[in-house]
Antibody
Framework: EVQLVESGGGLVKPGGSLTLSCAASGFTFSNSWMNWVRQAPGKGLEWVGHIKRNLDGATTDFAAPVKGRFTISRDDSKNMLYLQMNSLKTEDTAMYYC????????WGQGALVTVSS | DIVMTQSPDSLAVSLGERATINCKSSQSVLYSSDNRNYFFAWYQQKPGQPPKLLIRGASTRESGVPDRFSGSGSGTDFTLTISSLQTEDVAVYYCQQYYSNPYTFGQGTKLEIK
């Protein structure tokens, strides 16, 4: 089955760190650009960043609100995508979705991150 | 950043009637090599679910998307039309440009049954 499954969400204090994981299956992960998109409770969608495939240099780009605090990495041998989040702020509270390609043609169910003291 | 502005914010339409959602980009999202390929998409998000890609390239439906959904537009103005509203179409609809990062979304349009 073609799917993405996020894990690692939870409650973290402001200033803390958290790493989300995304397990991909059913498609050639190494051929895909991968993204993270987030959605604050009751709000709209916000692109967080992406990582290109290794063939394209595996370079990353980020939205301004998270640049310098978030890192995206991938392990093609394990079909895994990661989002390392540091210096978390209350405004980072959101459901975080792992998605495939641009436009985003496959979405996971999401991992909820709550940043609160 | 390219700003995407949707209208209206919410919409109530009777079953079987046409629903129209608009989206305007702050600059062109046309990929110029063939003058027809817009880096523009529509998504549908039902309550409690992740978004689902409906349309890419402004007018190309994804596999499995009912043909009552259609996308159109040019320049900086785009439209999603549902020709005959069904109960399962109740959702929030988002537009997105993927011409340049950050790949920005519209604020969403909530579609309900009248």
């Amino acid at each position: 089955e073609v799917q993405l499954v996020e894990s690692g969400g939870g409650l973290v204090k402001p200033g803390g760190s958290l790493t989300l994981s995304c397990a991909a299956s059913g498609f050639t992960f190494s051929n895909s650009w991968m993204n993270w998109v987030r959605q604050a409770p009751g709000k709209g969608l916000e692109w967080v960043g992406h990582i290109k495939r290794n063939l394209d240099g595996a370079t990353t780009d980020f939205a301004a609100p998270v640049k310098g605090r978030f890192t995206i990495s991938r392990d093609d041998s394990k079909n895994m995508l990661y989002l390392q989040m540091n210096s978390l702020k209350t405004e980072d509270t959101a459901m975080y979705y792992c998605t495939r390609n641009t436009p985003d043609d496959l979405w996971g169910q999401g991992a909820l991150v709550t940043v609160s003291s | 950043d390219i700003v995407m502005t949707q209208s209206p914010d919410s919409l109530a339409v009777s079953l079987g009637e046409r629903a129209t959602i608009n989206c305007k980009s702050s600059q062109s999202v046309l990929y110029s090599s063939d003058n027809r390929n817009y880096f523009f998409a529509w998504y549908q998000q039902k309550p409690g679910q992740p978004p689902k890609l409906l349309i890419r390239g402004a007018s190309t439906r994804e596999s499995g998307v009912p043909d009552r959904f259609s996308g159109s537009g040019s320049g900086t103005d785009f439209t999603l039309t549902i020709s005959s509203l069904q109960t399962e179409d109740v959702a929030v609809y988002y537009c997105q440009q993927y011409y340049s990062n950050p790949y920005t979304f519209g604020q969403g349009t909530k579609l309900e049954i009248k």
